[in-house]
């Protein structure tokens, strides 16, 4: 008998039109001869299930159910597809989990952890993870100049701490510059980083669950056109995605291993995708992402398919990983 899967996307923050092309592609991706998909849209005014028709029918909130034409449907499995909140930072998550409702992503605990850019990288700090040095500022903090430039250097990264696909994200070259950076940062979230730059090559690293196993995925190499890996350069183009990555045995084998170390010591399942930074030969962790792009062109199905996995395969093992 098929399962009924709904494949959640949009959400509540500024990368919801990134979040529908991905739950989308899944929509058309998955097998149609073990699978029935539902799209359901998640944004803050409305939950609805969407049909091939764009007709809308809302979501019962009370047990993720939908009522078309006077039938009952209820879900086997949730795809996630929502990149940020409230499917990435452990919201839907808990509410999935309190329902007894399988998903294809990490538990709260984990969405929570990883999405909080300072709380993640203080968990792996002891387990001896390199990162980059940083400087915390939260809304309503005092703003220290000189000792935001004393503590992580010129040029440095101010980011908004829960934001993703590089959204309240500047690269600062000069001190006057830094109250903008930390303005546009502030729009997005009431928490930011500001990191130290790191000079070296820039890779991104996808670690799943696959057929039970921890499995690193071909790395890619991310050579943006921009002065970094912004907006612009993930999904207008302007950026090389080198899979696998031109990079030495030894500088593979180490980002792999430590990628793997990550999702592990995290106790993640499900999809995952890391940025890393080389820094002396050595990998420095930038991010974790959960629900990464899941379009042809972005970088998991990337290196999925490098591995020899199809969009089709590495869709259906989400789903069987969730399911048991």
Not at 132 to 152: K, P, Q, R, W
Not at 174 to 186: S, W
Not at 189 to 208: A, K
């Amino acid at each position: 008998m098929k399962k009924n899967i709904a494949i959640i996307m949009g959400g509540y923050s500024s990368e919801y039109k990134i979040s529908l092309t991905s739950g989308n592609v899944v929509y058309e991706t998955l097998d149609c001869s073990k699978y029935t998909p539902y799209r359901i849209h998640i944004f803050k005014d409305k939950w609805i299930y969407v049909n091939d028709e764009e007709d809308e029918f809302p979501i019962d909130k009370n047990d993720f159910s939908i009522n078309v034409d006077s039938f009952k449907i209820t879900f086997d499995c949730v795809f996630n597809a929502i990149h940020g909140s409230p499917g990435e930072d452990g919201f839907m998550q808990s509410y999935l989990e309190l329902l007894g409702i399988p998903h294809t992503s990490c538990s709260m605990y984990q969405a929570a952890i990883t999405f909080n850019k300072r709380d993640c990288l203080s968990v792996l700090k002891p387990y001896g993870i390199k990162t980059a040095e940083s400087y915390f500022l939260n809304l309503g903090d005092t703003i220290d100049e000189a000792a935001i430039v004393n503590t992580v250097g010129l040029p440095c990264f101010v980011k908004a701490n829960k934001a993703g696909s590089s959204f309240g994200v500047s690269k600062v070259h000069k001190q006057e510059d830094l109250q903008h950076a930390i303005n546009v940062a502030f729009k997005e979230d009431d928490e930011i980083i500001i990191e130290s730059f790191l000079d070296g090559v820039e890779v991104s690293v996808g670690v799943i669950t696959y057929k039970g196993e921890t499995k690193v995925l071909p790395i890619t190499e991310i050579v943006s056109e921009n002065d970094f890996f912004d907006y612009e350069a993930k999904y207008q183009g302007k950026s090389q995605e080198i899979t696998p990555a031109r990079l030495s045995k030894e500088q593979e084998d180490k980002v792999n291993k430590e990628a793997k170390k990550v999702y592990e010591v995290l106790k993640m399942t499900g999809f995952s995708r890391s940025e890393f930074i080389f820094k002396n030969g050595e990998p420095h962790l930038l991010e974790m992402n959960t629900v990464p792009g899941l379009t042809k062109e972005s970088i998991l199905p990337q290196q999925a398919e490098a591995a020899g996995i199809s969009l089709a395969d590495l869709f259906d093992n989400a789903i069987e990983e969730a399911l048991k």
